[in-house]
T-cell receptor, first 110, second 114 residues
Framework: SQQGEEDPQALSIQEGENATMNCSYK?????LQWYRQNSGRGLVHLIL?????REKHSGRLRVTLDTSKKSSSLLITASRAADTASYFC??????????FGTGTSLTVIP | SQTIHQWPATLVQPVGSPLSLECTVE??????LYWYRQAAGRGLQLLFY??????ISSEVPQNLSASRPQDRQFILSSKKLLLSDSGFYLC?????????????FGNGTRLTVT
């Protein structure tokens, strides 16, 4: 079953702007991960944040985690047309099971 | 380096026909293996996962089954396909016995049941 819900479902921005997408989940977690999916392809791992971490950076990506609210956000700064893709959060509850949200479809307009 | 192979890339099958999708991982030992299904425009649904040879956990009762005959081989099967089995099937692996290992996905199989 799906664990998380991403918000918004779709996002359209101009190149150079920042993109923020949110993820809410239901149960306690070991970690939360963000993935990217280009149309018709497999998912690519972007960043993992552990349950005892509050913020993590990787290049133009910034992820926050609020376990009290069971939510996370992914910020992509200075977006590029190549960032156009769907973005998913996934929660790891037990180390063996990964549950995905419904995804945010991001369109970056050149 | 580790790689994951999934085939075929696309498949069109009639209702009632059998299915076999194969996934193999190279460059790692004792991986955890996963099958996900993605309906059009939707999120990923975990179907099966395996932490070792012959060990299969099913998430959703359905028309599908999985097997792991070898350490790095994961097979998704059906005896008789239904229209509702159409979708994008993704195989993935993680490092076994690790609580903070990301999933690595194959390129997927797009299955259309007609």
């Amino acid at each position: 079953s799906q664990q998380g819900e991403e918000d918004p479902q779709a996002l359209s921005i101009q190149e150079g702007e920042n993109a923020t997408m949110n993820c809410s989940y239901k149960t306690s977690i070991n970690n939360l991960q963000w993935y990217r999916q280009n149309s018709g392809r497999g998912l690519v791992h972007l960043i993992l944040i552990r349950s005892n971490e509050r913020e993590k950076h990787s290049g133009r990506l910034r992820v926050t985690l609020d376990t009290s609210k069971k939510s996370s956000s992914l910020l992509i700064t200075a977006s590029r047309a190549a960032d156009t893709a769907s973005y998913f959060c996934a929660t790891d509850n037990t180390g063996n099971q990964f549950y995905f949200g419904t995804g945010t479809s991001l369109t970056v307009i050149p | 380096s580790q790689t994951i192979h999934q085939w075929p890339a696309t498949l069109v099958q009639p209702v009632g026909s059998p299915l076999s999708l194969e996934c193999t991982v190279e460059g790692t030992s004792n991986p955890n293996l996963y099958w996900y299904r993605q309906a059009a425009g939707r999120g990923l649904q975990l179907l099966f996962y395996s932490v070792g040879i012959g060990q299969i956990s099913s998430e959703v009762p359905q028309n599908l089954s999985a097997s792991r005959p070898q350490d790095r081989q994961f097979i998704l099967s059906s005896k008789k396909l239904l229209l509702s089995d159409s979708g994008f099937y993704l195989c993935a692996w993680t490092v076994g016995a690790s609580n903070n290992s990301p999933l690595h996905f194959g390129n997927g199989t797009r299955l259309t049941v007609t």
